[in-house]
């Protein structure tokens, strides 16, 4: 018995003669962006991977198969999908998604499981999951950290989104033993901004480096994954300060609304692309775009070893 997997025909004949491939996902897609931004943000993404040597594999559930790559038709047609008909799913919910034959976006957890069945190494998004604000009294703290934990994939992202609780969700990252690397500064960086205040357990300069560190976890024979985190570039930043009060304006309003579990995130972006007028939106396919040349630099890398 193998696991459902549908490649498209580039995405076959690319691991089939071991060249770069980098996976992408599919929630970002239909719960993180505004149609059509959405769709423009992963044609671009999927060029950027090109551009840099690689090919992409963006990864949804459709009709009882993991499709891994996707083309131009069906990347629209899930970009048309409203947030209500595509499940967001994650490890908890891929195998009913897939049994029901149901249409599912892929978040960071469900993407490296499916990038790991489908033999891909390397993933891009844009900011992980993490712990909560609150989540002392909500417990809710995303299951991207778990899967970091324990799927060997090397996921690159601008940090965990800002509208988490960004101490406890790098306290988590460390008693997991996931090894989270800020790339090209000492700082770890807070997704819309490229500081964050908080010193980066681990450092790296190059896609070298992280390739030959994904390599010795390998022999190692340590499980999960590593976090990449690729600061934004700086003409697309938002600094720390005019965002921050609009994340906690989000915030309050999703708590005035009682909004919960996985309808949490997709509500603050999208607040949050209201109350900067788009500029937020901006900064995230900027940053989506850097990570996915980072991304294929570190595949190309692992080829190369
Ligand atoms: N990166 C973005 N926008 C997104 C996401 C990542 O720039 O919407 C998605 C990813 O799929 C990630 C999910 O796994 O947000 C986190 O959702 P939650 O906080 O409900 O775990």
């Known amino acids: 018995m193998t696991a459902p997997l549908t490649f498209s025909p580039e995405v076959r004949d690319a691991l089939a003669a071991g060249r770069p491939v980098v996976a992408l996902e599919s929630t970002i897609i239909t719960h993180g962006m505004p149609w059509p931004q959405n769709l423009d943000m992963a044609r671009q993404v999927e060029q950027a991977i090109r551009d840099n040597g690689a090919v992409p594999a963006t990864i949804a559930v459709m009709g009882g198969q993991i499709h891994v790559g996707m083309d131009d038709k069906a ?15 994650s490890r908890a919910d891929l195998a009913v998604c897939l049994a029901n034959g149901r249409t599912g976006a892929t978040t960071v957890a469900a993407t490296m499981i499916c990038a790991h069945l489908a033999g891909i190494r390397v993933f891009a998004t844009g900011g992980i999951g993490g712990v909560h604000r609150g989540a002392e009294s909500s417990f809710d703290i995303s299951a991207d950290l778990q899967e970091l934990a324990q799927t060997p994939v090397t996921v690159v992202a601008a940090g965990a989104k800002a509208i988490l609780d ?10 997991l033993g996931v090894p989270v690397i800020a790339y090209g500064q000492d700082d770890l960086p807070a997704f819309w901004s490229r500081a964050s205040g908080i010193r980066a357990p681990l450092r790296m300069d190059s896609p070298d480096q992280i390739a030959a560190a994904a390599a010795m976890r390998a022999r190692l024979g340590l499980n999960g994954g590593q976090l990449v985190a690729n600061p934004i570039p700086p003409e697309a ?16 309003e999703a708590e005035a609304q009682r909004i919960a579990a996985k309808q949490v995130t997709p509500f603050l972006l999208q607040r949050i692309f209201e109350l900067t007028e788009g500029r937020s939106l901006h900064s995230n396919i900027a940053l989506v775009l850097n990570n996915a040349r980072l991304a294929s630099q570190i595949a190309v890398a692992m080829t190369q070893r």
């Open 75 to 89: 990347l629209e047609a899930l970009a048309q999908t409203p947030p209500d008909q595509a499940m967001k799913l």
């Open 166 to 175: 960004l101490p406890k969700t790098w306290e988590v990252l460390e008693t």
């Open 237 to 252: 930043e938002i600094a720390a300060e005019v965002i921050g009060p609009v994340i906690e304006q989000a915030l309050s």
